[in-house]
Nanobody, 125 residues
């Protein structure tokens, strides 16, 4: 059974930084691409970033490019999202996601079959 557990969210002032983590269990983490998504109140969930199974390629939404960095530690079964220069519009619940299919997938659309419970990120102005 695949489990994804996010942590690292919190309240930060605009311009600050946070590092999110996603601990994965239940299968061989290094065989699968991973992604981060977010959902703000009253809005649809949106793609933030994705990384291939090897970590060799990364993908970002235009709104976070140059500010956020996705990475993974396959030895520790953990996915990260380093968020710098945070803006109030980054406020959302952040979710990590994983596909059921091994190898690479479409980073933006997946499909992503497994989701964590989410971690709240609030950026004050």
């Amino acid at each position: 059974q695949v489990q994804l557990v996010e942590s690292g969210g919190g309240l930060v002032q605009a311009g600050g930084s946070l590092r999110l983590s996603c601990a994965a269990s239940g299968r061989t983490f290094s065989n699968y691409a991973m992604g981060w998504f977010r959902q703000a109140p009253g809005k649809e969930r949106q793609f933030v970033a994705a990384i291939t199974w090897s970590g060799g390629s990364t993908y970002y939404a235009d709104s976070v490019k140059g500010r956020f960095t996705i990475s993974r530690d396959n030895a520790k079964n953990t996915l990260f999202l380093q968020m710098n220069s945070l803006k109030p519009e980054d406020t959302a619940v952040y979710y990590c996601a994983a596909p059921d299919r091994r190898g690479n997938i479409n980073p933006w659309y997946g499909p992503y079959d497994y989701w964590g419970q989410g971690t709240q990120v609030t950026v004050s102005s």
